[in-house]
């Protein structure tokens, strides 16, 4: 589905045509996973593959909308705190309800939107859904909010709406993607330094295992958790501010799931500190180092990942992969592999046959083109 595409369904559902485009898009993260919930940094890319809407004001106080790959309709008015009840509805319904809580001054609007970040696979479809619908209602509102204001729209719906709590990673880098380029955000002070993503001699791909990697209502809450209760424990406000001495000071009083826990993201602080200095000197393999570690921190302290996951880290590594995790929330969705080019066609063909054999279930290579921020398309 292309924006033309989209603009055209919009004529023909609303018979009518001006609707203004916007695309906002998925990410990848190089290392620094379940860091920013716990104020600490990320290494995220915007990616290629968008959330885009045809918007249009209707002068009414009614939203009405289509999504098409859902092939779904809905409408809510806005003046009604309770919205939609249908989790995918609520997105829509909360960014509208945050930028009026910000001082927008909406009214009601008609939009088609469609995309092709994939759903479920950890590349942060929602955020996306909710950075292209701030983009847009900022700007036909004339809203005035800044980028990092806007991301703030999407995590609190998140948060308020659809229940995850989740930290700012995922909208942020919707928000401020640029391509060719990663960012290293600290999520304590809201820094952010842009980093050009050139790999000489290495590609970055994606492994979707198809796993359905469902956030709401997942234990991903109850990671936050521990690491709020061993924040208190320890006297500092995030993770971020407290020190393996520290942590290890308190292990005897810590449930030994919550020491696992925080033990695995004061690592992963490390690890992208780790990385960003390797950066500079361009030590691929270095990076790809700290990825493997990163999973096996996942998988076997935080508890994020799964079967199918764990075997296509494995096949990586096997394969001589320089680099593999899995990447996102967790539980399922894709691994990240940073991959030399002379191996690159070798590990992707081989990758998906063992996994077929072994799975019975077929798994999807997705090339990493770093693409751009949320934006006006039309
Ligand atoms: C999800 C959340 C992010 C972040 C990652 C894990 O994508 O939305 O805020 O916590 O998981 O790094």
Redesign the pocket.
């Known amino acids: 589905m292309d924006i033309q595409e989209i603009e055209k369904q919009f004529e023909q559902r609303f018979g009518y045509k001006g609707g203004v485009c916007f695309a906002a898009p998925g990410r990848i993260?190089l290392i620094?996973?379940?860091?920013?919930?716990n104020g600490g940094f990320?290494f995220p890319g915007a990616v290629q593959q968008c959330i885009m809407a045809c918007v249009c004001p209707n002068k009414t106080r009614k939203v009405r909308a289509y999504a098409l790959d859902l092939d779904g309709f809905f409408e809510f008015t806005i003046d009604n705190p309770e919205g939609p009840k249908t989790t995918h509805w609520r997105y829509l319904f909360g960014v509208v309800r945050e930028m009026m809580a910000r001082g927008v001054e909406i009214t009601g609007f008609d939009a088609v939107y469609a995309g092709n970040v994939p759903l479920g696979a950890?590349m942060?479809s929602?955020?996306a859904l909710e950075s292209c619908f701030a983009t847009a209602l900022n700007e036909l509102f004339d809203g005035g909010l800044d980028r990092m204001t806007l991301a703030r729209v999407g995590?609190d719906t998140?948060h308020k709406y659809v229940g995850?709590k989740?930290?700012?990673?995922?909208?942020f880098i919707s928000m401020h993607g640029k391509a060719g380029s990663l960012v290293r955000l600290d999520c304590r002070s809201g820094e952010y330094e842009y980093f050009p993503w050139d790999p000489i001699g290495y590609r970055l791909v994606l492994v979707n295992s198809c796993v359905k990697h469902i956030?709401v209502g997942s234990p991903?809450n109850d990671r936050?958790e521990s690491c709020e209760r061993v924040a208190e424990r320890a006297g500092v406000e995030t993770l971020r501010d407290c020190s393996r001495e520290r942590l290890e000071a308190l292990r005897p009083i810590l449930d030994p799931t919550d020491y696992r826990r925080a033990h695995y993201v004061l690592g992963e602080e490390a690890r992208v500190m780790a990385v960003s200095e390797a950066l500079k000197r361009g030590d691929y393999r270095e990076v790809g180092r700290q990825m493997y570690l990163t999973h096996e921190g996942l998988s076997k302290d935080y508890e994020v990942s799964c079967e199918e996951m764990d075997f296509l880290v494995d096949e990586a590594r096997r394969c001589g992969v320089t680099g593999s995790r899995i990447m996102?929330?967790?539980f399922g969705g894709c691994t990240i592999n940073l991959v030399s080019e002379e191996l690159y066609d070798a590990f992707v063909a081989e990758v998906a046959a063992n996994y077929k054999q072994r799975f019975d279930r077929e798994c999807k290579i997705i090339p990493v083109v770093i693409g751009d921020g949320a934006r006006r398309v039309n």
């Open positions: 993260n620094g996973e379940h860091t920013d919930y990320v950890g942060s929602s955020a995590q998140e995850v989740c930290g700012i990673m995922d909208q956030l991903y936050r996102g929330g967790g």
